[in-house]
């Protein structure tokens, strides 16, 4: 690693402006999932290809559909950003994955600043997207560039595949990479996604695994339309009687899943796993206090890691059509949508997981006796994903952390999905690195999502040490 | 009744202009719990003025101080429009009640039109306010003035009070009733109130019974602030699991209310009582489809009245702070709402039932084991309210409606609640009738809210009438 010193004080010395590259990516509110920003999002696009056109990329925007609205409009998908940075036939290639899209946000939803502007406030800088996934997007950006600047070769081709969909399911891309398997994507050696985060928040970690996530709909309803609670209560069956009542039936109060076969499903630990939780650094009473609990459902460090990565969770999300605002509304709401996810882990299949559900979700409607009218359907699902961290790439990443860190970094699985994931391993045939730059509390897709300026400027370290790294393999 | 054939002869020759007369009201989008629409709700009191002064009403609007909205900030309350026609000292004096304001409503939340302008199709006026309360607050002004217009003596002293902030809790107006006591309110002989519906859409009725009620929230909250349920689900206690736990407690399937003592409390029914519902005109088959349900909880007429009227009955209306919008989100929310009311009816008293209530909403949380932090409490109640139906004030009524209709009508209660009424009662010492204008299936607070153009017109006749009876008490 000759060139690494100076490629790190180059960095430091270029922080200010670097702050000001994210400032500028916070500010444009891609948030794909409102319709109203597309324009925005696709203004987000056009912005990360001007960035990456100056460092020599050749680009392409690529849109790839129309996306179907609820209401039955419909929309252009945004372009996804496709970038070819050195051809040289000596050299591998790497794939560089990241989203330009945001989750919604707004200050009223309890933000303590504008969440598009950012903002630096002890050693953090606030925003929507300064963690997911900006800050990393535009950490790629900064790490190349400064390498270019302090002529220093970048050992390796780039390709860069940067979506704007991915709050959104990722949606058109999975087969557009499919569809390019043996044109943009062939001769990909190595997939790296920076679009997670560590465990916790002094030491850095290399991710090797995802859960998936199936999402599960319960649609009931009773009425042609909303009822007044005091003109119709006391004849009719309330939907959201019902609706509790199923959703009450899902988990135990220490979160056992209580659905026939799913648990059955799960992967045994194996003895090497095992040693992995206990040697990971993680504070249970740091992790309890960032979130506020007043108690984790998990009593050790292993547990409460396998309850996070490697065992599924059902989560309840929300009941649509039922009165949610502030006051006190005398509804009774005529048909209502209640939502729940399970975290899928090694070796629960999505199909296999919906058929259990779906089964189980009408025979417990069944044995409800309810007049009123059923549907149970899944919304959607990713698989989950595993790698091996033995994998000379993952050597690359955790070198390169190494040497900006000065640790070896532990070996983490995320409780999220990443689906694309997936989609990048079996296109490429090739190995996938989930290399995080944003720490443990950045609260992403929440109120106040933050990077800290030390993660953001040493994970800019990070990505150039691993190119550099990468070219020794 | 010698004036009243050329009286109704005249009200159905100005059909159209009642109709345009309505048109302007239901435009002004008088909205009280939308600050936003504040203004339009003071433009609605002013245009209410202006009719009553052609009238020859000496009118005055009290601003009973200000609102605190959510935010803390304050806001003026709407006036409201006292008004005094008439001071005739041999002639009684009626106090007629009604409400200028509307609920919210937007075409995106089901409207078939847009519900600012009213539309006429198919002998209905659709629109925001038709028949609640904009329909029968015009209605008088229709009444009064085709009696003067034609040189009809009306032989009674009428007061007027209208607000406009109903749809919000009636704030200012009971302190204002009362302070007014001895002043505006003094020498009130009857109040009558339109603010009600028909049971059903062919028979007219006469109200002489409300339910009250009690509306309670159980807040409970896990975290400082929501959680990606990927990386947060399996180490965390979920508050969405534990409030569905302690709503699915609340009810059995039947609707019946699982909380101890509170049923004990309940008036037997009386055989005079009895004989009501069962002389009542009510299709349950006609309720049913005009609902949309496929059954309903009720299996015979008696006890689907007693349902709606004589028995409480608890709805679950939601959860604030759930995900509630369409698509997929998944978030683990850390502070939940729970929200529930019950419909209370003789003798269940406001105060007991709040302490019943929140006593077993604590019992249950402790038995629920769950280390969330829990508070529950009431939102706010409203007392029942009882009359006599064989009051000679109600037969005033009732031989209006049998002039009009032709039939008798219906001794019915309503399951609402017009928590005002208790109070007119109380101030004037004196009998209040509920004088139903709209039909039962009027949609109030609904999408697609309208009013019968025959039960307007018709309805206007019957306020002339019983004016007219009201001469001879």
């Not at 794939?95 to 050693?123: C, I, M, R, S």
């Not at 990393?136 to 390796?156: C, D, M, R, S, Y």
């Amino acid at each position: 690693m000759e060139h690494y010193p100076k490629f790190a004080k180059a960095v430091d010395a270029r922080k200010k402006e670097f702050i000001e590259r994210l400032r500028e990516a916070v500010a444009i509110p891609s948030v794909s999932t409102e319709p109203a920003r597309r324009k925005d999002v696709v203004r987000m696009v056009e912005w990360m290809r001007k960035q990456l056109e100056k460092l020599g990329t050749k680009c392409e925007l690529y849109v790839a559909g129309k996306q179907t609205l609820h209401d039955g409009t419909t929309l252009d998908l945004p372009p996804i950003l496709f970038g070819v940075l050195g051809e040289d036939k000596k050299k591998k290639t790497l794939l560089v994955y990241g989203h330009l899209d945001v989750q919604p946000a707004a200050k009223e939803d309890g933000w303590n600043t504008e969440p598009f502007e950012l903002v630096e406030k002890d050693g953090k800088l606030f925003g929507r997207g300064s963690t997911d996934d900006k800050g990393p997007v535009v950490g790629w950006v900064n790490a190349i560039e400064t390498l270019q600047k302090n002529n220093i070769e970048v050992p390796v081709n780039i390709k860069f595949c940067f979506e704007a969909m991915e709050e959104s399911g990722s949606e058109g891309l999975e087969e557009t990479l499919r569809a390019r398997k043996d044109t943009f994507m062939k001769g990909v050696d190595f997939t790296c996604i920076s679009d997670n985060y560590w465990l916790g928040k002094t030491k850095p970690c290399i991710t090797y695994g995802l859960r998936g996530v199936c999402y599960y709909c319960m649609e009931i309803s009773a009425a042609k339309q909303d009822l007044h609670s005091g003109c119709f209560g006391g004849t009719v069956y309330e939907p959201m009687a019902d609706v509790v009542w199923m959703m009450n039936q899902l988990t135990n109060l220490d979160g056992h899943i209580n659905i026939k076969g799913l648990n059955e499903m799960v992967a045994p630990v194996t003895e090497e796993e095992r040693k992995l939780y206990e040697a990971t650094d993680f504070d249970m009473e740091e992790y309890r206090k960032d979130i506020g609990a007043v108690k984790l459902s998990k009593k050790t460090k292993e547990d409460l890691l396998m309850g996070r990565w490697r065992n599924p969770t059902l989560s309840l999300h929300g009941i649509e059509g039922a009165f949610s605002g502030a006051g006190a509304k005398t509804v009774i709401p005529a048909k209502v949508i209640g939502k729940f996810s399970i975290r899928i882990v090694p070796n629960m299949h999505p199909d296999k997981v919906d058929k259990l559900v779906i089964e189980h979700l009408n025979e417990l409607w069944k044995s409800r006796g309810s007049p009123n009218r059923f549907k149970a359907y899944s919304s959607h699902s990713g698989n989950y994903w595993l790698s091996d961290f033995k994998h000379p790439h993952y050597q690359c990443g955790a070198r390169a952390m190494k040497t900006v860190y000065g640790v070896e970094p532990d070996y983490t699985r995320e409780g999220g999905s990443i689906p694309i994931t997936l989609t990048f391993e079996e296109v490429t045939g090739n190995n996938v690195l989930l290399l995080p730059v944003g720490a443990g509390d950045d609260m992403a897709h929440s109120q106040n999502e933050k990077i800290n300026v030390s993660n953001y400027i040493e994970g800019t370290k990070v990505l150039g040490a691993y190119l550099l790294e990468l070219g020794k393999m």
